[in-house]
Nanobody, 114 residues
Framework: QVQLVESGGGLVQPGGSLRLSCATS????????MGWYRQAPGKQRELVAH???????NYADTVKGRFTISRDNAKNTVYLQMNSLKPEDTAVYYC????????WGQGTQVTVSS
C-alpha cells in the first residue's frame, strides 16, 4: 500500500502563510508527477498546483503568484508554500502522485479565517 502523508495544515488568518508537505517512503517518488488538489465543502476537487518529475510547474489561476510548489527528491517530499491566504482557500488539501497509477494522500485541512 503506497502511502502519501500530508502535513502542515491548520488555521491561519487572512493574509497569512502555510507550508504543506507531502512525504512518502516510496523510492519511485522521483518518477512521479505531483499535484496538490483541494476540495471545499460542497465543491468538486480541483487542481491547485502541479510539478512534473522534471520540476516543470503550473498553477491554477486562482493561486498564481501566491502559491509555490516544489519538490525534494532526496527527501521524497513535495511542498506547497501558500502565501497571502484568503478565506476562499479554505479546503482539504490533497497530494497526488501520478506514475503508473495515481496515488492520493489522506488530506490536510486548511482553514483561513479571522
Amino acid at each position: 500500500q503506497v502511502q502519501l502523508v500530508e502535513s502542515g495544515g491548520g488555521l491561519v488568518q487572512p493574509g497569512g502563510s502555510l507550508r504543506l508537505s507531502c512525504a512518502t517512503s516510496e523510492t519511485f517518488f522521483r518518477f512521479c508527477a505531483m499535484g496538490w488538489y483541494r476540495q471545499a465543502p460542497g465543491k468538486q476537487r480541483e487542481l491547485v498546483a502541479h510539478i512534473t518529475s522534471g520540476a516543470r510547474t503550473n498553477y491554477a489561476d486562482t493561486v498564481k503568484g501566491r502559491f509555490t510548489i516544489s519538490r525534494d527528491n532526496a527527501k521524497n517530499t513535495v511542498y506547497l508554500q501558500m502565501n497571502s491566504l484568503k478565506p476562499e482557500d479554505t479546503a482539504v488539501y490533497y497530494c497526488k502522485c501520478e506514475w503508473t497509477t495515481d496515488y492520493w494522500g489522506q488530506g490536510t485541512q486548511v482553514t483561513v479565517s479571522s
